[in-house]
């Protein structure tokens, strides 16, 4: 039943959405849950997904987490998309070659302790990126969105958001904010945000799955100067295994599963 509702939900957005009386842009953020290539880094370790290492992170394992990854990107079909988990420029190079849709990339390296980076896919014909920023667990990328400068601020970590928002109000106030990432409920409306993924959170909806229960680990935090729609999760069956109603994960305690990863993206579109 709840498979069900989200994509009727998702149905009934893009009705909505195509109302507007300015073609809308959606965008989406989405944790793909460790996108690693097959060789050995220098500054960190990740012996597990090498070839020989524990995960026998394979090429062939890696060319279908590749396949899987850019299908879920191509199925939504937005805009733009934000993407936590990747491990560096290469990766994403590869996972934009792979999608249908004609994306440019962005790319940061954070110097993380796993490798982990943000990037941003997106259409250069509706998003020009102007500045960007990088620093423990964030990416933060500005640029021209029709009539708006909007600011991307991609979180991986709640405690590093809260003050990095109160920062970029100081510094960027020319910037409409759109926060997207692991930020739990931290802000107010001193912010000047909204957290769009409420109403489906309400509504038992989630993007992680724990003890049986589906929890809004991913949120999407809308400037109240952005007009927008309610944010939701995108789900269709072949994300979920039909029997423990759990996302179908790359590995599951150790053991290659070949799915596609422990969460599922969420999304909102901006008018």
Same mark, same amino acid.
């Given at each position: 039943?709840?498979?069900?509702?989200?994509? @009727?939900?998702?149905?009934?957005?893009? @009705?909505?959405?195509?109302?507007?009386?300015? %073609?809308?842009?959606?965008?989406?953020?989405?944790?793909?849950?460790?996108?690693? /290539?097959?060789?050995?880094?220098?500054?960190?370790?990740? +012996?597990?997904?090498?070839?020989?290492?524990?995960?026998?992170? &394979?090429?062939?394992?890696?060319?279908?987490?590749?396949?899987?990854?850019?299908?879920?990107?191509?199925?939504?079909?937005?805009?733009?998309?934000?993407? =936590?988990?990747?491990?560096?420029?290469?990766?994403?190079?590869?996972?934009?070659?792979?999608?249908?849709?004609?994306?440019?990339?962005?790319?940061?390296?954070?110097?993380?302790?796993?490798?982990?980076?943000?990037?941003?896919?997106?259409?250069?014909?509706?998003?020009?990126?102007?500045?960007?920023?990088?620093?423990?667990?964030?990416?933060?990328?500005?640029?021209?969105?029709?009539?708006? &400068?909007?600011?991307?601020?991609?979180?991986? /970590?709640?405690?590093?958001?809260? =003050?990095?928002?109160?920062?970029?109000?100081?510094?960027?106030?020319?910037?409409?904010?759109?926060?997207?990432?692991?930020?739990?409920?931290?802000?107010? &409306?001193?912010?000047?945000?909204?957290?769009?993924?409420?109403?489906?959170?309400?509504?038992?909806?989630?993007?992680?799955?724990?003890?049986?229960? =589906?929890?809004?680990?991913?949120?999407?935090?809308?400037?109240?100067?952005? %007009?927008? +729609?309610?944010? /939701?999760? @995108?789900?269709?069956?072949?994300?979920?295994? %039909?029997?423990?109603?759990?996302?179908?994960?790359?590995?599951?305690?150790?053991?290659?599963?070949?799915?596609?990863?422990?969460?599922?993206?969420? @999304?909102?579109?901006?008018?």
């Amino acid at each position: 039943m709840w498979r069900l509702l989200i994509i @009727f939900n998702f149905s009934c957005f893009i @009705f909505n959405c195509t109302t507007y009386g300015r %073609q809308p842009i959606g965008i989406a953020y989405y944790d793909v849950d460790r996108l690693y /290539d097959t060789v050995p880094a220098l500054f960190y370790d990740d +012996s597990d997904y090498t070839p020989e290492g524990r995960l026998r992170w &394979t090429p062939e394992r890696y060319t279908r987490k590749i396949r899987n990854t850019a299908a879920v990107i191509d199925s939504m079909a937005l805009p733009i998309v934000a993407l =936590w988990g990747v491990e560096n420029e290469q990766v994403v190079r590869d996972l934009a070659a792979a999608c249908r849709g004609d994306y440019s990339y962005l790319h940061r390296t954070l110097n993380s302790l796993d490798g982990m980076d943000f990037a941003l896919l997106y259409y250069g014909d509706l998003f020009y990126p102007t500045y960007d920023e990088s620093g423990r667990r964030y990416l933060y990328v500005e640029g021209e969105l029709g009539r708006d &400068t909007v600011g991307l601020v991609l979180c991986s /970590d709640p405690r590093t958001a809260r =003050w990095l928002i109160g920062d970029l109000r100081e510094e960027r106030p020319h910037a409409k904010l759109l926060v997207m990432g692991r930020t739990e409920s931290l802000f107010t &409306t001193d912010h000047g945000l909204r957290d769009r993924t409420l109403r489906a959170e309400k509504a038992g909806r989630g993007n992680v799955r724990s003890a049986r229960k =589906w929890r809004m680990r991913d949120r999407i935090w809308a400037d109240t100067a952005l %007009q927008t +729609s309610e944010g /939701d999760v @995108f789900a269709r069956r072949y994300l979920v295994d %039909q029997k423990s109603g759990n996302p179908l994960t790359t590995y599951s305690r150790g053991v290659y599963r070949g799915g596609y990863g422990y969460s599922l993206p969420v @999304f909102v579109y901006i008018r």
